[in-house]
């Protein structure tokens, strides 16, 4: 009997927030592997807001997911069968399989991994493309000096995480913006940030002012809206932003700037950037991080979900914050 791939399509396109039947869950037949190609059996599918900007056939810095195929998405799990000879089964890999149990590949974008000292998960998070984005925007744009103040939006995700982490090592003061009380006292107990400030308190405004009370010297922004309001207020003179994500405005929603003359009269850097144009910097970033997270100096948290099945769920949490930390889903 051929054996099922399970398979979540993207089927509409969401017309303001994203909903679950958006999706639809198939279940198609595993072909034959053909000369030159691997199959790897997913364990983990990392979900990331990236993904609700793809759902929107609008432009942007990538071409939309299209309809009734395979949700983008990270994945990292084993090879199952080979046909490569670059690759054997009981090889663990990191690939672009998205939201399905099994993945077929040429070998193009497949990359090898050891999981002796770095847990298989880490690869879809703090060794992965989200702790490469905190990497790149905290070095290449921020370049943080001993003493500033760097602030971080969503710090308890699995970016912000590693930017307030990385933050403290240059000699920083770290402050983190989260959703809570939990994650805030997280933060600063678990990953180590000076400060956090809860912006569903009410008073995020004057929680910052008090938190930042030498002014802010580097911001990275995940979150936009009335933080970036708020993070602007605060800026010192020849201040740099990394601009890594919008969530607060991924539904669709217009959002202005309430005092976008702060830019000029503070002279600030403000520069967004997606990752994945800066592969030079990759190795080096991945080196750095993967050394930490294996002697258990890079501290991190998941929220994962189990089963393919409950991934729309997770991912509609992850655009409203539920999730706590990483948020993946455990496919086996």
């Known amino acids: 009997m051929t054996e099922q791939n399970r398979q979540i399509l993207l089927v509409s396109r969401p017309e303001g927030e994203a909903r679950a039947d958006n999706f639809r869950l198939v279940e198609t037949p595993l072909a034959p592997l053909g000369d030159g190609q691997v199959r790897v059996r997913n364990h983990y599918l990392s979900l990331d807001p990236y993904m609700r900007g793809r759902m929107n056939d609008t432009k942007s810095y990538a071409p939309p997911q299209p309809l009734n195929e395979v949700m983008i998405g990270g994945t990292v799990g084993e090879v199952v069968e080979s046909k490569h ?41 703090p060794v992965g493309m989200p702790g490469v984005t905190g990497w790149y925007g905290l070095n290449r744009i921020i370049e943080p000096k001993a ?7 969503a710090a308890s995700g699995a970016v912000g995480g590693v930017v307030g982490q990385l933050a403290k090592a240059a000699g920083c003061r770290a402050v983190g913006i989260a959703g809570g ?58 201040g740099r932003i990394a601009l890594c994500g919008m969530i607060a405005g991924y539904d669709g ?6 005092r976008p003359a702060l830019i000029l009269t503070q002279r600030l850097k403000l520069q967004g950037f997606i990752v994945s144009e800066h592969m030079e910097d990759w190795p080096q970033a991945l080196a750095q991080l993967g050394g930490l997270v294996a002697q258990k100096k890079l501290h991190y948290r998941e929220s994962i979900a189990l089963g393919l099945e409950n991934a729309p769920e997770a991912f509609l949490g992850l655009l409203k914050g539920r999730n706590f930390g990483k948020q993946l889903v455990k496919l086996i």
């Open 181 to 238: 009380e939990d994650k805030c006292r997280y933060v600063v107990e678990s990953l180590g940030f000076d400060a956090c400030v809860d912006y569903k308190a009410g008073k995020l405004h004057e929680d910052l002012k008090a938190a930042v009370p030498n002014g802010i010297d580097g911001y990275f922004e995940n979150v936009g809206g009335e933080v970036l309001d708020a993070v602007l207020l605060r800026m010192n003179a020849f």
């Open 85 to 125: 000879p670059k690759f054997k089964a009981g090889d663990k890999v990191v690939g672009m399989f998205g939201w399905q149990d099994y993945g077929t590949s040429d070998g193009t974008n497949l990359k090898v991994v050891d999981d002796t000292h770095v847990p298989l998960s880490a690869y879809l998070g």
């Open 253 to 258: 929603a217009p959002l202005p700037l309430k």
């Open 147 to 153: 003493g500033e103040t760097v602030v971080v939006s």
